[in-house]
């Protein structure tokens, strides 16, 4: 089974369920209660400047206990794990851990995951990249390749099957 095998799954039932309220739980009691709404996560954050994640007002939405709002939101599949938000935070919080705290009950409830996250997962299990290197533009405009600039090709994992079983036992970690 793969992870987007695994977001599939149907309602949560018995443990998955338990670890679904022990982490709203956590989230409205713990994480976001001392963020006073600064802004100083959003306004470094490198999801906000493409898509417009906020993460104070991930913040403030588990904090007055909107889980329902954030899990249907689908900007927090955009967050691009770069730990600024957690870096600048003078309260010393971390939306980030919030997000994945909240990526991670999606999962688990069965809620449709974001097609460009899931694309991602995909393309890490079968080849150990987020995905394959791109031609990119120099400043003169030209599009060049590795291979153009006499790079050699960039191999993935030698042992593939060993990267999956890893991942996989630590998806089934996270979710258990
Ligand atoms: S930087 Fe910290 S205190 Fe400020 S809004 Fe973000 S999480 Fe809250
Ligand atoms: S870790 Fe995510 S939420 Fe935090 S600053 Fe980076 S992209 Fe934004």
Same mark, same amino acid.
């Given at each position: 089974?793969?992870?987007?095998?695994?977001?599939?799954?149907?309602?949560?039932?018995?443990?998955?369920?338990? /670890?679904?309220?022990?982490i709203i739980k956590? =989230?409205?009691?713990?994480?976001?209660?001392? +963020?006073?709404? &600064?802004? *100083? @996560?959003?306004?470094?954050?490198?999801?906000?400047?493409?898509?417009?994640?906020?993460?104070?007002?991930?913040?403030?939405?588990? /904090?007055?206990?909107?889980?329902?709002?954030? =899990?249907?939101?689908?900007?927090?599949?955009? +967050?691009?794990? &770069?730990? *600024? @938000?957690?870096?600048?935070?003078?309260?010393?919080?971390?939306?980030?851990?919030?997000?994945?705290?909240?990526?991670?009950?999606?999962?688990?409830?069965?809620?449709?995951?974001?097609?460009?996250?899931?694309?991602?997962?995909?393309?890490?299990?079968?080849?150990?990249?987020?995905?394959?290197?791109?031609?990119?533009?120099?400043?003169?405009?030209?599009?060049?390749?590795?291979?153009g600039l006499g790079?050699?090709?960039?191999?993935?994992?030698?042992?593939?099957?060993?990267?999956?079983?890893?991942?996989?036992?630590?998806?089934?970690?996270?979710?258990?």
């Amino acid at each position: 089974m793969s992870i987007v095998d695994l977001t599939s799954m149907a309602e949560p039932e018995g443990e998955a369920q338990k /670890k679904v309220n022990e982490i709203i739980k956590g =989230l409205k009691e713990d994480i976001p209660n001392d +963020c006073y709404q &600064c802004g *100083k @996560c959003t306004s470094g954050c490198e999801a906000f400047i493409l898509t417009e994640l906020e993460p104070h007002k991930v913040m403030a939405l588990s /904090k007055s206990g909107f889980i329902d709002e954030l =899990l249907n939101s689908s900007e927090i599949w955009t +967050c691009v794990t &770069c730990l *600024k @938000c957690k870096e600048r935070c003078p309260q010393d919080l971390a939306p980030v851990d919030v997000i994945f705290a909240v990526k991670n009950i999606a999962v688990v409830s069965g809620k449709q995951i974001d097609s460009g996250y899931s694309n991602m997962l995909q393309a890490v299990l079968g080849t150990g990249f987020i995905q394959s290197p791109k031609e990119v533009v120099d400043r003169e405009n030209n599009a060049v390749t590795r291979e153009g600039l006499g790079l050699t090709p960039m191999k993935g994992p030698e042992e593939i099957a060993k990267l999956q079983q890893v991942l996989m036992k630590a998806a089934m970690e996270t979710l258990r």
